[in-house]
Antibody
């Protein structure tokens, strides 16, 4: 059974750093991309970027490029999303999700999702 | 960048048919995927590649896509279908619709 299990809730102050995780099981993490999706309070879904743990190739949404870093450790089947200096506007729920590519044109949908990691940034 | 538009809310009487739209320029030429998100839960894929249902999704859920509108149709709506629904397309990057809140009256 495919599962994506995320790390727990975080409460941080502005300027602090943070790294949250997403542990995959039930499949080979090196054979699929893992993506991150933000959902701000009361708002919709926003794609942030994704990583291919097999070779660590990453793709970022222009909206998030330079603001977050996506990484992975395939030895423990885990992907990460990190911030070096949090802002109050980073307060949101963050989901990891597995993109399933179905043709050679780069198109995909998210077939499995983690349970979400709530991040609160407040002074 | 490509944009898709969803109505903020749709209401349907219990047992009737709900239709949630996702509009975009020539969206019929793209594949559209739909997710259901209930309060406090992660999104769940309910339709992929316009018309396909993942295993475990009731047959009451169906999709179509033509011209400038993709549609998620929920037949015989139940209280358990109340949720936020998001469409997703790919146009050099992943684009989500703003979400539609479905209320079953």
């Amino acid at each position: 059974e495919v599962q994506l299990v995320q790390s727990g809730a975080e409460v941080k102050k502005p300027g602090e750093s943070l790294k949250i995780s997403c542990k995959a099981s039930g499949y080979s993490i090196t054979s699929y991309w893992i993506g991150w999706v933000r959902q701000m309070p009361g708002k919709g879904l926003e794609w942030m970027g994704m990583i291919y743990p097999g070779d660590s190739k990453t793709i970022y949404s222009p909206s998030f490029q330079g603001h977050v870093t996506i990484s992975a450790d395939d030895s423990i089947s885990t992907a990460y999303l990190q911030w070096s200096s949090l802002k109050a506007s980073d307060t949101a729920m963050y989901y990891c999700a597995r993109p399933y590519y179905y043709d050679g044109s780069g198109q995909y949908y998210f077939d499995y999702w983690g349970q979400g990691t709530p991040v609160t940034v407040s002074s | 960048s490509y944009e898709v538009t969803q109505p903020l809310s749709v209401s349907v009487a219990l047992g009737q048919t709900a239709r949630i739209t996702c509009g975009g320029n020539n969206i019929g030429s793209k594949n559209v995927h739909w997710y259901q998100q209930k309060p406090g839960q992660a999104p769940v894929l309910v339709i992929f590649r316009d018309i396909n249902r993942p295993s475990g999704v009731p047959e009451r859920f169906s999709g179509s896509n033509s011209g400038n509108t993709a549609t998620l149709t929920i037949s015989r709506a139940q209280r358990g279908d109340e949720a936020e629904y998001y469409c997703q397309v790919w146009d050099s990057t992943t684009v989500f619709g703003g979400g539609t809140k479905l209320t079953v009256l």
